[in-house]
């Protein structure tokens, strides 16, 4: 230690300042600032201690962290930048990742779980996100296979339990690395590796620094872990060694188990570290915290005893910090049953698992015998408010996966337990009404009451918009079309009248509902607008010239002002339904081409991306295209073009679109027609680009025949233009094909079979060419 104040310094009192000595004092001594003073002479104030001796224990490595920290790192950030927009592309990058050890990925899987139980409404989107990593780490590359020495036959920690004259034997490790901190070498061959390793030499360790390093060799030798590495600069060997005893102290994994087959070993070594595994460990950790609800509720307790004892502001204080620890387990916890959810509907975890937790959550044990199976209650059998939050959650999560027939008799018990606590008065209304909703959801087959907000991207988002913005316009010209608006009872419409939106026989435009008027309606539900101009009583329509219930003066009707007089007649009484304009193409918003073809796309994506919803379908075809004449055959060409070169799940959507808006009248035959003759006269333009073109016409052709859109003889017609005979034998032979695919072989040979087609086709191609096409697929 320092010099200085010896032994007349006393307890309680400032230490004296230092002495100084010649020669070794001051800053720049060894024994600090105040110098070291030479005591050899002096006795120790105590001299009853044990001599320090060298025992055998020499260098060990210690394990190096700084790539983990740098993984971690890395993931916490693309998670914490991933959204539905950006999933695939952060998701991919996070699965780019090369997990080098099971601590790697179990890092990985912590850092996700975390994330997902923080954020459980996007649940789905991070389960989803698990699934992918399983499929790219089912090989589990980071596990070695050792050879080793030792004897599997010995007793666990013998002393010596190697056998030198015996069969190799083999372990696993799923934590092997090459970044070593320190390392011993360089070394001119393996074997050196291996004589320096058990022979006990006091080889002094060096840094490892920037120098790569890649694996060469792993074995257990005489009792000692060798990990043997070589320099890929200059070819030289490098190691790490140290006794087996040391192996947890050194931060190295081991599989407690010695195989005596390399295979044995390796497959126990993929069963052990494989991604779901490893998953359900965690799933099983988190679901087992519900116990820290246990260490709440005793601190809850202690708190009361003490509540007496403590002022008003460190109750509230208490109070606060119980209440936001109550509320953090409740999310986690929460946040976890919805995400095992969501990873059961993905496959990821087994139906096993998940009774495992319902019975959890209800308490319920099962009790089996030779060939029965039933249910009782836990001896614990109390279920706080979580617990039932927790478990209406869950089903509502996996209910309609989990609700099949192989399951019938747990879900019956389930049921009843869950029909008993719906009507019992000493649970909360909360929990009782929840129940209540389960079972009602149950019997409805799963349906939920309301939307569960999930994970969106912003097209998804401005799709949703769009479509609420629809049904409002639908719904306004709704209540103009009844008998309240366009010219009903009173004066200019009566009660509720906008603008008599396609109400009126001039048309006009339900916005100008008259914004610029003002006035005041009396309780008979006429309407009095006063112009400041003398125009008297007039309509809220008295923008829309030749509407019905136009009867106020505007400067855009024709003729005179109308005289002033107390009382008017009428007008007559509308229907409270009209009838569409026929054949829904008139009296929408007239559209520029490129705006179609805009609004098609969005109608194919919101098609794809909304469960195929034929309503929506024909809702977004009426209130966006039916003001356009030329809408339907349009959207036929653009489908038809870009089924040239889009995705098979695209192709099949937009085949599907145009089937049901030509079944439900909003495409005529000239749509169908005149598009899809150009793709034909001009298929083998399409082919350079595409050459799976003509059986993607194929596909375009078949439903159309099937529905009479189009027949053979326009079929033969058209392709009759094209000039390369192989060209015409493909298009009839794949135009075959398809709609056996699509509609069946009764249907094909009803289109293809008659004797007018059979000749039409037999004219085209030659009776030897069709015959053979004939016989081949009719």
Not at 152 to 158: F, K, L, Q, S, Y
Not at 671 to 676: A, G, K, L, N, S
Not at 750 to 761: L, R
Request: proline share 4%; charged share 30%.
């Amino acid at each position: 230690g320092g010099g200085g104040g010896g032994s007349d310094w006393q307890r309680g009192k400032a230490p004296p300042p230092p002495r100084p000595v010649a020669g070794r004092g001051g800053r720049g001594g060894r024994g600090g600032r105040g110098g070291r003073h030479n005591h050899q002479n002096e006795p120790f104030p105590d001299d009853d201690f044990d001599p320090l001796v060298s025992n055998a224990n020499r260098w060990v490595p210690s394990k190096d962290n700084s790539v983990m920290a740098k993984v971690e790192k890395q993931v916490k950030g693309l998670l914490n930048k991933i959204t539905k927009e950006k999933f695939d592309r952060l998701a991919g990058q996070l699965c780019d990742i090369q997990i080098k050890s099971y601590d790697m990925l179990t890092l990985m899987i912590r850092l996700v779980y975390e994330k997902a139980i923080g954020e459980p409404n996007f649940s789905d989107m991070y389960a989803n996100l698990c699934y992918q990593l399983s499929q790219r780490v089912k090989k589990s590359p980071f596990i070695q296979i050792i050879q080793s020495d030792e004897d599997p036959m010995a007793e666990p920690g013998a002393e010596c339990n190697y056998d030198e004259g015996g069969s190799a034997s083999f372990r696993w490790s799923n934590d092997v690395s090459t970044s070593d901190a320190e390392i011993l070498g360089p070394f001119e061959s393996e074997d050196q590796c291996v004589d320096v390793a058990i022979g006990n030499d006091d080889t002094d360790p060096i840094k490892r620094g920037e120098m790569e390093l890649s694996l060469h060799r792993l074995l257990i030798k005489r009792g000692n872990f060798i990990k043997i590495m070589q320099s890929q600069a200059d070819g030289k060997f490098y190691m790490v060694c140290f006794p087996l005893s040391k192996a947890e102290e050194c931060g190295q994994q081991l599989s407690t188990k010695i195989f005596t087959s390399e295979i044995e070993c390796q497959n126990d070594a993929t069963k052990m570290n494989t991604f779901k595994r490893s998953l359900l460990n965690k799933c099983e950790d988190e679901f087992n915290k519900q116990d820290i609800y246990k260490d709440w509720k005793e601190e809850m307790k202690e708190y009361k005893k003490l509540k007496l004892t403590l002022s008003e502001s460190e109750q509230k204080e208490r109070e606060e910090e119980l209440e936001f620890r109550r509320m953090k387990i409740k999310k986690q916890m929460l946040g976890n049953i919805k995400f095992i959810g969501e990873l059961y509907k993905l496959g990821m975890l087994k139906e096993k698992i998940m009774r495992f937790c319902i019975q959890s959550l209800l308490k319920l044990e099962e009790v089996r015998g030779a060939d029965y199976l039933r249910f009782k209650n836990v001896e614990d059998d109390e279920m706080d408010e979580e617990d039932h939050e927790a478990l209406c959650n869950l089903f509502i999560t996996i209910g309609s996966t989990i609700d099949n027939p192989k399951a019938a008799v747990y879900m019956q018990a389930y049921f009843q337990k869950i029909h008993v606590l719906g009507e019992d008065q000493s649970l909360s209304s909360r929990s009782r009404f929840a129940y209540q909703d389960l079972i009602d959801m149950r019997a409805k087959g799963w349906k939920l009451r309301r939307k569960v907000e999930t994970a969106k991207t912003l097209e998804e988002i401005r799709k949703e918009a769009e479509k609420e913005e629809r049904m409002q316009q639908q719904q306004s010209m709704q209540n103009n079309y009844g008998g309240r608006g366009g010219g009903g009872r009173g004066r200019g419409g009566g009660r509720g009248d906008k603008g008599g939106y396609r109400g009126g026989r001039g048309g006009g435009d339900y916005r100008n509902d008259n914004r610029e008027s003002g006035g005041r309606r009396d309780n008979r539900g006429y309407d009095h607008q006063y112009d400041n101009r003398g125009g008297g009583r007039g309509s809220r329509n008295d923008r829309n010239d030749g509407g019905r219930g136009n009867y106020g003066y505007s400067p855009n009707n024709r003729g005179p002002p109308p005289m002033p007089s107390a009382r008017m007649a009428p007008p007559p009484v509308a229907p409270k339904i009209l009838s569409p304009p026929p054949g829904g193409r008139s009296g929408g918003q007239q559209f520029a081409k490129d705006k179609i073809e805009t609004r098609a796309k969005n109608m194919r994506d919101e098609f794809m991306n909304e469960g195929r919803d034929e309503k929506e379908l024909l809702l977004t075809m009426d209130e966006n295209l039916s003001g356009n004449p030329d809408a339907g055959s349009i959207i036929v060409q653009l489908y038809a073009d870009q089924s040239m070169d889009c995705k098979a799940p695209m192709r099949k959507a937009m085949i599907d679109i145009l089937t049901i808006l030509y079944k439900a009248g909003k495409l005529t035959k000239s749509d169908v027609e005149v598009p899809m003759a150009d793709m034909v006269e001009f298929i083998d333009s399409f082919v350079v680009d595409s050459p799976g073109a003509i059986g993607f016409l194929g596909e375009l052709l078949a439903p159309f025949l099937d529905m009479k859109a189009l027949d053979i003889k326009w079929l033969c017609e058209k392709t009759s233009m094209l000039m390369n005979k192989d060209d015409q034998k493909k298009v009839i032979h794949n135009a075959i094909v398809e709609m056996k695919k699509a509609c069946g072989d009764g249907a094909t040979r009803a289109v293809f079979g008659g004797p007018n087609e059979v000749k039409a086709m037999e004219k085209l191609l030659g009776a030897g060419e069709f015959q053979a096409i004939a016989a081949q697929c009719l």
